[in-house]
């Protein structure tokens, strides 16, 4: 992305597919975490405490 801001915005993918192939493509486009459903609140926030840190 041209803007650094919007570049920054971290994403979680949060989806049923829960393939290593998915996990791997989610990873491959960018996106910094991936949770299957149903969500976990352990794993978000441990996925959010990923991101930050």
């Known amino acids: 992305m041209k803007d ?4 920054a915005v971290p994403i979680v993918a949060m989806t049923a597919n829960v393939f290593e192939e998915e996990r791997k493509r989610a990873f ?4 910094n975490g991936f949770l299957s459903k149903p ?3 352990e794993e978000l926030v441990d996925a959010l405490k990923d991101i930050i840190h």
């Open 28 to 31: 491959d486009c960018g996106m």
């Open 39 to 41: 969500i976990v609140i």
């Open 4 to 7: 650094p801001a919007r570049a």
